[in-house]
């Protein structure tokens, strides 16, 4: 039999160990990666001239990630990577990706999606400001780059990445001016039991509070976001808020890292025409899937943050087990033990995901407060009260329909940072349930391509 | 304040010079262009809806917030292109904005 064509999208940490697991069963799949490096973004190497060793850069998981980087560089004359190269629709059995500005066609027997995940955002009056970034840039700033966003901080949101990168921060010699955190601590204390599923990853968490409070930051919960205040020319100047008493409190600060947990990136899963499922608790859709990554369509399987969110631990298990589906539905041989093992320890992972969305959930009450004059789509400048104009006044209730009337997910970022933030404005202004009003349809090319791209020669 | 980032290690690598509006500036080598440029001046662009500057936002290539222009009309993801020796990017907007007037 012909070698089967195995395409994974994603080098990260599911990326890896699904390539790694595939190699171990006599494959060669090719690897598929946007970044000039493996490791994806929780685990990303910084350049090469950079000298700050593993423990520095990436603390408690620096075992975990040094792993991941050997592993790969192990792997590397096994499987057919391809960095730097941009997988940007999926059509007719064939993964369509452009690199060096050529655009090529790739047929597969099996797909991986390993897209990982972005920021999830909620738009606050002012965020448009220059000096306003997400979390997850922050971080990228500082890991990649040895970079503070600004000389003075202000962390905004929730979710884990709130104190871990806030204590990075802090570590790595920043002013940060506040943690500020919309989650009340109740929340916390009542996914105790769920949390529990992964008592060291708890305590981890729990030391991070502690040392951010112990280096004299101020952490305030169940906070409201108010404004981001600032100037077009300059930007950011402080960020004003409601803490958990009502009372107005202002920070000074010259930068916002912004973010409310991470949302699974699904434009390819949804290009592959996978079906989709409204979750309730986290009010979103994902890909639907079964336990081990295979979507609704046969050939198409997903792994890590990019089919839900369950942190780079668990992404290189659901990575490993998304390679053995795909080997069992090739009938080739998998240990059903390790199968079993595997499926286990996602299992807690998934409690564990559980108790994460019940302790710091998605802020959906916020986007009905949102002033009218606060920008929802940063691409395009398009304010709430646009979007509900359109909904109340135009009769779009609907999201892809209102998109196409106000525009709201039509820019640059395709629906990334306004998307599920747009939804609930739409939904409130409706007055119907949000999942309701759908979710954004995946557009190819699911990010800009440049007009030089040509197709390849045979 | 005329620098938006703040660097704190990695300082000793190799100067690279650039210029930023037609002034001569120096990033180190291994800096994305858009480190390069927020460590030398407070934003990478204007808005074309005319609501103000922009110094990116995400730093993964997902929003596309940190186009820059260079002085021959090339656009550049500045998250992720990596700086070079004689780069010339002009931060201001080269076209028209388009400001909501509503």
């Keep these: ?458 | 304040m005329n620098h938006r980032f703040t660097r704190l290690a990695e300082t000793s690598r190799i100067p690279v010079r650039l210029v930023i509006d037609g002034h001569t500036v120096e990033a180190l080598v291994g800096d994305t262009l858009m480190v390069a440029l927020l460590n030398n001046v407070r934003h990478l662009r204007e808005s074309e809806f005319d609501d103000g500057k922009r110094a990116g936002f995400c730093l993964m290539g997902a929003c596309q917030d940190c186009w820059v222009w260079t002085a021959d009309g090339e656009r550049l993801r500045a998250c992720t292109t990596v700086v070079g020796e004689g780069m010339h990017i002009v931060t201001r907007q080269p076209e028209a904005t388009w400001p909501n007037l509503a």
């Design chain 1, 1 to 458: 039999m012909a070698q089967p064509r195995v395409i994974i999208v994603g080098a990260g940490p599911s990326g890896v160990r699904c390539a790694e697991t595939l190699v171990a069963a006599g494959l060669r799949p090719t690897v598929i990666d946007e970044n000039r490096r493996d490791g994806g973004q929780i685990y990303r190497r910084q350049p090469d001239n950079f000298t700050r060793p593993y423990a520095k850069l990436y603390g408690t998981e620096a075992g975990r990630a040094q792993s991941l980087h050997e592993s790969f560089d192990a792997l590397r004359d096994k499987v057919d990577y391809l960095p730097e190269t941009l997988a940007w629709n999926i059509f007719d059995n064939k993964l369509h990706v452009v690199r060096n500005e050529v655009s090529s066609a790739m047929p597969y027997d099996a797909l991986i999606i390993c897209s990982g995940a972005t920021d999830r955002l909620m738009p606050v009056k002012g965020w448009h400001y220059a000096g306003t970034y997400s979390l997850g840039a922050s971080q990228i700033a500082l890991k990649a780059q040895a970079c503070a966003i600004g000389r003075q901080i202000v962390f905004l949101g929730t979710g884990p990445l709130l104190y871990l990168v806030a204590s990075q921060y802090i570590k790595a010699g920043a002013n940060v001016a506040a943690v500020l955190d919309t989650s009340p601590l109740m929340r916390r204390v009542m996914a105790l039991p769920k949390l529990l599923a992964r008592p060291s990853v708890l305590l981890n968490g729990l030391g991070l509070v502690a040392g951010i409070k112990r280096a004299g930051v101020p952490v305030l919960t169940g906070i409201t976001p108010v404004e981001i205040k600032g100037e077009s020319e300059s930007g950011v100047q402080s960020v004003l808020i409601r803490d958990s008493r009502g009372n107005e409190r202002s920070f000074q600060c010259d930068a916002v890292a912004m973010g409310y947990h991470l949302r699974p990136e699904t434009q390819l899963a949804d290009l592959a025409r996978c079906a989709f499922r409204f979750e309730q608790e986290t009010r979103q859709w994902l890909p639907e899937v079964d336990e081990d990554g295979r979507s609704s369509v046969p050939g198409v399987y997903l792994a890590g943050d990019g089919m839900r969110v369950l942190g780079a631990d668990a992404a290189e298990i659901g990575g490993r087990l998304a390679a053995m589906a795909v080997l069992t539905d090739l009938r080739l041989k998998v240990s059903d033990e390790e199968l079993q093992g595997l499926r286990a320890e996602q299992a807690s992972m998934e409690r564990f995901r559980q108790g994460l969305a019940q302790a710091f959930p998605w802020p959906a009450e916020q986007a009905a407060q949102l002033p009218d004059e606060a920008i929802v789509c940063r691409c395009e400048a398009i304010t709430a009260g646009e979007l509900r104009h359109v909904v109340c006044g135009m009769g779009a209730q609907e999201a892809n329909r209102a998109k196409a009337f106000s525009r709201v997910g039509m820019g640059r970022c395709q629906g990334r940072y306004c998307g599920h933030a747009g939804a609930e404005v739409i939904a409130h202004a409706a007055g119907v349930p949000v999942e309701q009003v759908g979710r954004l349809r995946g557009q190819a090319p699911v990010k800009p391509l440049s007009i030089a791209v040509r197709e390849e020669q045979e």
